[in-house]
């Protein structure tokens, strides 16, 4: 009987390419459910699901997500929405007795001011990004989620942070995304009206890691197959979750210089220094990964080419 994988957040970014990563590869059986099938907020539901499906094991990559914007914007929602998601599956995934699951955190759980490259041993050692805070303690309550159940009931619930994502399914609305999508959309609107400059936030000197969301979903499910000897051997039990990224950071000036060519953008940047810039520098310390078996495979060109032509077929959705 093939195992069922049950992929929270399956119409997501990160969900839909782990569930094209696990269709590739075949033998398993995957099981989803729609927002408007199950409210993954809603604790009593969540548990309903759990007991009525025969699950094998989750792959949790349901969140609530954005940009700077948004996440000072809307706080309270990026917190409390976070927190009951992770809270929910993890707690009816042990009830119901699935022994796997992955949690899928972010690079933001990590100091402002870490040492870079950002080590897994840099997590609780200093303040986070005020910008994204509340988004961070979540994630961060996640991973001790599951190192909490794996130390109180054997289970193996895994966690991978991975750094700035982006790619087909992204969100490319104009005020609540990140800044691949963001500028993306911009510089192609820019080039559709004939623009002679296009405006990019901050000072352009941030030096930021992005990883192509195909390669997320070949590491998570990378990270998932380990057997436990091998994933022990690199992690700690309350040191547990694994980096995921390229290794390699650009400045947010280069990152725009790649976009303009990516869409045919040939006129001036502009660099709005009043906006803010977020953590100066976040690059991924991902030796540990590396060690297991898994090195990222989609340049960042390559990986802007992708997403820039997925957003060209489905932008009609954007409009407005």
């Known amino acids: 009987m093939a195992q069922r994988i049950y992929v929270a957040g399956h119409r997501g970014m990160v969900g839909s390419a782990i569930v094209r990563r696990l269709q590739r590869l075949g033998g398993v059986e995957i099981v989803t459910a729609t927002h408007a ?18 699950i094998d094991a989750v792959y949790l990559a349901a969140a609530k997500v954005g940009g700077i914007h948004a996440n000072n914007t809307y706080p309270a929602e990026f917190i409390f929405e976070n927190l009951m998601i992770e809270a929910n599956v993890i707690n009816a995934a042990h ?55 794996n130390r109180q009931y054997g289970r193996d619930y895994r966690s991978v942070m991975p ?15 990140h800044v691949i999508p963001a500028l993306l959309r911009r510089f192609h609107e820019a080039v559709q009206r004939g623009d002679g400059e296009v405006v990019i936030w901050g000072s352009g ?33 309350m040191l547990s979750h694994i980096n995921v990224g390229t290794g390699v950071d650009c400045t947010i000036r280069e990152l725009a210089e790649t976009v303009a060519r990516v869409t045919g953008f040939c006129g001036r940047l502009v660099f709005d220094a009043s906006k803010p810039d977020g953590t100066p520098r976040k690059l991924m310390d991902v030796s540990r990964l590396a060690a297991l078996g898994w090195r990222a495979s989609i340049s960042l060109e390559d990986g802007l080419r992708d997403a820039y032509g997925w957003f060209v077929k489905n932008q009609e959705r954007y409009r407005g």
Do not use: W
């Not at 750094?163 to 399914?169: K, Q, R």
């Open 37 to 54: 099938e199950l409210d993954l907020t809603n604790q009593a539901a969540v548990q309903a699901f759990f007991a009525a499906q025969r």
């Open 205 to 237: 000197t941030p030096m930021r890691e992005f990883l192509h969301v195909d390669d997320m979903a070949a590491a998570s499910v990378h990270v998932m197959n380990l057997d436990a000897d091998t994933y022990c051997a690199q992690t700690q039990p």
């Open 95 to 149: 009830t119901a007795g699935v022994q796997k699951l992955l949690f899928l955190g972010s690079s933001c759980i990590y100091p402002k001011h870490a040492a870079q490259p950002m080590t897994e041993s840099a997590l609780l050692t200093g303040v986070l990004e005020p910008t994204n805070e509340p988004y961070a303690i979540a994630k961060i309550a996640g991973i001790k989620l599951c190192e909490s159940y």
């Open 163 to 177: 750094t700035n994502l982006y790619g087909p399914h992204d969100n490319f609305h104009p005020d609540n995304s």
